[in-house]
C-alpha cells in the first residue's frame, strides 16, 4: 500500500506543473513533436519538465521510448522496440541547436535487444552533436549495456563530458525493484568508466523512499565513492501508477540537506539533492558547479 503524499509535496509538484503552461514550453513541445524525437522528461513523467523546458533544458531519450526491462519503478513502456532509426542523430543534434542547448543530456531505455546495447548509435548521437555545435557539452546516461567493456568504450571514445548511469536504490531492494539489473554490475560500469578515461567525470543517482534503512544509504554512498563516482544526485520515488512499486515514505527536505552533506564529506565532487530532483535535473549546473570549483580536473 502506498504511503499518501505529504502536502507540502503536492504544493510543489503543483507549482512544477503549473510551468507547463508556458509558451516556453509549449515551444519546446512543438520542437519535440517536429523532429519526431523523445524526451525522458515526458516518457517518465518527470516532475520538473515545466521547470527544465523553461530553463531550456532537456533530455533526450534516443533509442526509442520503449524498454526490454520492466522495472518496477519506472513509467517507461517494456515490450519490444524499433529498429535503431539512423537519422535520429541529426534530428537530435538539430534540435539541439535550434534549442540554443549548451549542455545536452541524452538517456536510452535498456536496449538488451541489441548486440551493443545500442552504444554505437548512441555515439554516434554524441558525435552529431559536437559536429553541429562544438561548444555543446555532453552528458549520456546510460544503461548498464548488460557490462560489455567494448560497448561502454565505444560511447566513451565519442567524448562526452559526463558518463552517466544509474545505481537506482541500496543493493538490498534491487531484486524487488530493478528487474534484469545488478548492483555489483553497476559498480563495475562506473569503475570502469573512470579507469579507462580519467578526464570524463563519472555521476549516478539513486532514490529514496523505496524502504531503504539509513544505513544502507550510507552503505551506498560509501560503494559509489569507492568506485570513483564524481557527481550525485538523490531525490524521492514517485510512483507512476498503482501498479509500480509503492512508496513507503516520503523523507523531509533537511534529510536531503543531511545527506547532501554527508555525501560531499565523502569526496562527491558534486550533488544535488532533494525531493523533486531526477538524474538529470539542472545538469549542467550541477557539472559547471564542479568545474568551477576546481576539484574536477
Request: a positive charge.
Amino acid at each position: 500500500m502506498t504511503t499518501p503524499m505529504p502536502q507540502w509535496l503536492k504544493d510543489l509538484v503543483g507549482r512544477n506543473k503549473a510551468a507547463l503552461r508556458s509558451s516556453t514550453v509549449l515551444n519546446a513541445q512543438e520542437s519535440i513533436h517536429h523532429h519526431l524525437l523523445h524526451t525522458v522528461c515526458q516518457e517518465a513523467r518527470c516532475p520538473n519538465r515545466g521547470e527544465c523546458f523553461n530553463c531550456g533544458d532537456a533530455t533526450f531519450m534516443v533509442l526509442g521510448d520503449i524498454c526490454t526491462r520492466g522495472c518496477r519503478f519506472c513509467a517507461v513502456t517494456k515490450g519490444r522496440p524499433l529498429p535503431p532509426d539512423e537519422n535520429e542523430p541529426a534530428r537530435v543534434a538539430q534540435a539541439v541547436k535550434e534549442w540554443n542547448i549548451r549542455y545536452a543530456v541524452l538517456t536510452m531505455p535498456t536496449r538488451d535487444d541489441l548486440p551493443d546495447g545500442g552504444a554505437a548509435h548512441f555515439a554516434r548521437v554524441i558525435s552529431a552533436i559536437k559536429t553541429l555545435t562544438p561548444h555543446v557539452k555532453t552528458e549520456p546516461l546510460i544503461s548498464d549495456l548488460r557490462g560489455d567493456e567494448a560497448a561502454l568504450k565505444t560511447v566513451l571514445d565519442a567524448q562526452p563530458e559526463v558518463l552517466a548511469h544509474n545505481v537506482e536504490t541500496v543493493p538490498a531492494l534491487y531484486q524487488a525493484v530493478r528487474v534484469g539489473a545488478d548492483y555489483r554490475r553497476t559498480l563495475t560500469l562506473l569503475e570502469r568508466s573512470k579507469k579507462m578515461a580519467p578526464h570524463i567525470l563519472t555521476k549516478t543517482g539513486f532514490m529514496v523512499g523505496l524502504g531503504e534503512t539509513e544505513e544502507q544509504l550510507k552503505g551506498l554512498l560509501t560503494d559509489l565513492r569507492a568506485v570513483g563516482v564524481d557527481l550525485l544526485t538523490i531525490g524521492q520515488y514517485l510512483a507512476p501508477s498503482v501498479a509500480h512499486y509503492p512508496v513507503a515514505r516520503y523523507p523531509q527536505p533537511e534529510e536531503y540537506r543531511a545527506w547532501e552533506e554527508y555525501a560531499l564529506s565523502l569526496g562527491f565532487k558534486g550533488v544535488a539533492s532533494g525531493p523533486l530532483v531526477r538524474s538529470s535535473y539542472r545538469a549542467g549546473a550541477l557539472y559547471a558547479r564542479a568545474m568551477q570549483s576546481g576539484l574536477a580536473k
